[in-house]
């Protein structure tokens, strides 16, 4: 059978009856409070970090019954920066393949969330901490070691013993005098990434009082628990994509043979399970990674984070974890529209803005607070802002059907000083081209020319000169550039950038077909894990499209001109032709572009050269990629594709 694309703004409906089955199991109880210590393998840096009540390294006189020097105990480590551990380095959770992933099942399996260290490669997750022994301590002292309320949970500690690791403590836990003669080595991991600073920013300390002799002691360590990176302009390691094992195999291996003929070594991955999925793999997960600095090495965990959207097949994702692979979903309340879709969130390369430097890059997002059709959920906004380096860049998507920044803006390689640019969609350039086929007396070729049979020909499109007499068809193409103007008006004076960082490429949009509705009140945009689920296939196949789908609930909810129709900018401008801004960048100045289909003159694709020039100028090889398959469910290769980038050396946000 052929692939069924599920439109950007109709998704797939198909029963939802799934496999039953345990993937994996954990130890649920909790050690014992009080463990068997053992003298320390790991030699840490001996900074003094706090004294009683000191909690930024600060040193504060203590009450007579304390240690007054503070140099009795001490809590040392290496690094401050504590890993989310969601990764699954022993493989215990590894979903066989076809089968179908259970969000019930397969999202509280991973390293984090059991209460033992799996392995050795997991331990090289674990935060080191020494306290070093003390030589001379009262044979009756006793200690007690715990973490702030906010961190209980949230946070989990273990103790080296010889070459192995206790379970978990149980917070706060009772150390032996024997283990404080000793010495102690503990190993810190987080359990979850940072979902929301306003709840649990990520801070904590390790607090350590000690009793002896009626004297008491104490030391205190400020940790961090990593924040995520968001990926940019970091070298391509692999295309990933999900595919339905009801697809031909041309459809279920694309874009493989088209990444070939462009000349690029990077491999394509994709999970294929016998069930229904949504074909739009950019909407399903953003890409971030942590990391951290310990005994000479970077260690570090990818992490995929799951849109706070209803989509089918999106936890397929979690076949992907593994060593060092970690996978996370957002859910909860007022979200489930096109807007928290992954394609309406992109990252961008390093850069310098008034002789400041900007490692990490910056996320640029598409959310606004005039329209109610253009807000992202503020779950998904509090994610990124409580990990960003940098408060997000919001764009207005709201004149948008899908609403997504990856349309009109994306991050492409140039050679310039920083090594990357924009391209951005240009909607004047395409009616100018339109303008001179038809002064050629070519304007007799419709928008979109297909020759001969193809199985996705558009149903109709418009001929040249009668889209460029049709008022409503140049109107949308004026607010189109318009509203893309705006945006980059803000890019410029967020980053300091001028006209020369923009590569403007010729699209031409149009009114939607049928408009974007959004309205999160019918379900109250409720994200559930399990929503996300594969959907099994009927025995008669798939069923047909769901009209709630992408970006299709409810009511645009901005007035109507006289026709009945919403307003030309209200979420309902779509692009009447492959819009050659949502690419696929392949690394080394390779990238697919989505075929023209435009109209000629002189036996060349108008669209298509112009395309080609402007990247040529900027050391771009551009191979133009058939996607009409997606082009006419309302999206292109960016969208029906993502990427593993490579985890930088030293990762900017988590310098040591």
């Known amino acids: 059978m052929s692939l069924t694309v599920l439109s950007r703004r109709r998704r797939l409906a198909l029963a939802a009856a799934l496999t039953a089955g345990s993937l994996c199991a954990f130890p649920l109880g909790a050690s014992a409070a009080t463990v068997s210590g053992a003298p320390s393998s790991f030699s840490a840096e001996a900074s003094r970090e706090g004294t009683p009540e000191a909690v930024k390294g600060g040193e504060k006189k203590s009450d007579k019954k304390s240690d007054d020097k503070g140099q009795r105990v001490r809590l040392t480590s290496e690094t401050k920066t504590v890993l989310p551990n969601v990764d699954d380095d022993s493989g215990r959770c590894v979903i066989p393949a076809k089968n179908i992933a259970e969000f019930k099942k397969v999202s509280i399996c991973h390293d984090g969330a059991d209460n033992v260290v799996n392995g050795a490669e997991d331990a090289k997750d674990l935060t080191l901490v020494t306290l070093p022994a003390i030589k001379d ?27 192995k690791w206790s379970a978990g403590l149980t917070l706060p836990a009772k150390l032996t005098s024997a283990q404080l003669k000793a010495g102690v080595t503990f190993g810190v991991e987080a359990t979850d990434v940072i979902r929301d600073a306003k709840v649990f920013d990520g801070k904590f300390s390790l607090d350590l009082k000690v009793d002896e002799g009626g004297k008491s002691s104490k030391a205190s360590l400020e940790l961090q628990v990593a924040k995520l990176t968001p990926f940019s302009t970091q070298k391509v390691e692999q295309v990933v994509t999900l595919s339905s094992s009801d697809s031909s195999d041309k459809d279920r291996v694309w874009p493989r043979e088209e990444m070939k003929q462009s000349g690029s070594k990077v491999p394509l991955k994709t999970r294929t399970v016998n069930a229904g999925i949504d074909t739009w793999n950019q909407d399903h997960f953003e890409g971030m ?22 989509i089918a097949g999106k936890n397929e994702w979690y076949g992907f974890r593994g060593k ?27 850069y310098t803005k008034d002789g400041k430097k900007h490692p990490a890059g910056r996320l640029i997002m598409g959310h606004t607070e005039k329209h109610n059709h253009g807000q992202m959920s503020q779950v998904q906004r509090s994610f990124f802002e409580s990990n960003a380096a940098q408060k997000p860049i919001y764009l207005d998507t709201s004149f948008l059907t899908v609403g997504h920044v990856d349309e009109f803006i994306q991050v492409i390689p140039a050679k310039n000083e920083r090594g990357w640019m924009f391209a951005v969609a240009h909607p004047k350039a395409g009616v100018e081209l339109l303008k001179k086929v038809d002064g050629a007396g070519k304007g007799d070729q419709t928008l979109i020319t297909v020759s001969g049979e193809h199985r996705d020909k558009p149903k109709s499109s418009a001929k040249v000169k009668d889209a460029l007499k049709d008022a409503d068809f140049l109107k949308a193409n004026e607010i189109g550039q318009q509203r893309i103007d705006a945006n980059v008006e803000i890019l410029k004076k967020e980053l300091g950038f001028n006209d020369s960082d923009f590569m403007k490429l010729p699209i031409v949009m149009k009114r939607a077909d049928k408009e974007a509705e959004l309205d999160r009140s019918k379900s109250k945009g409720t994200v559930e894990g399990p929503k996300s689920d594969a959907e099994p296939f009927k025995d008669e196949g798939p069923g047909g499209d769901d009209l709630d789908g992408r970006g299709g609930k409810g009511k645009p909810g901005s007035g109507r001109d006289k026709s009945g129709q919403a307003v ?8 009447a032709m492959p819009d050659a801004v949502n690419a696929l960048n392949l690394g080394d100045g390779r990238i697919l572009v989505p075929q023209q289909f435009g109209p000629k003159l002189d036996g060349k694709d108008v669209f298509a050269e112009a395309v080609k020039a402007e990247h040529a100028k900027h050391g771009g090889k551009v191979t133009f990629v058939d996607t009409l398959h997606l082009h006419t469910a309302g999206g292109e290769i960016h969208c029906g594709t993502n990427v593993f980038r490579k985890i930088p050396v030293e990762a900017p946000a988590q310098k040591k």
Do not use: C, W
């Open 137 to 163: 301590v009262d044979g009756k002292a006793t200690a007690t070691l715990s973490v702030p309320d906010k961190a209980k949970g949230k946070v989990r500690v273990f103790v080296k013993e010889g070459d």
């Open 289 to 310: 990674y942590a990391s951290m600095t310990q005994g000479g090495q970077q260690q570090n965990i990818r992490v995929l984070a799951l849109a706070h959207y209803n």
């Open 324 to 350: 060092d692979v970690g996978v996370i979903a957002l859910t909860g309340s007022n979200g489930d529209t096109s807007l928290e879709g992954m394609g309406n969130v992109e990252g961008i390369g390093a």
């Open 568 to 575: 030309l900018g209200t979420r309902n401008l779509d692009f």
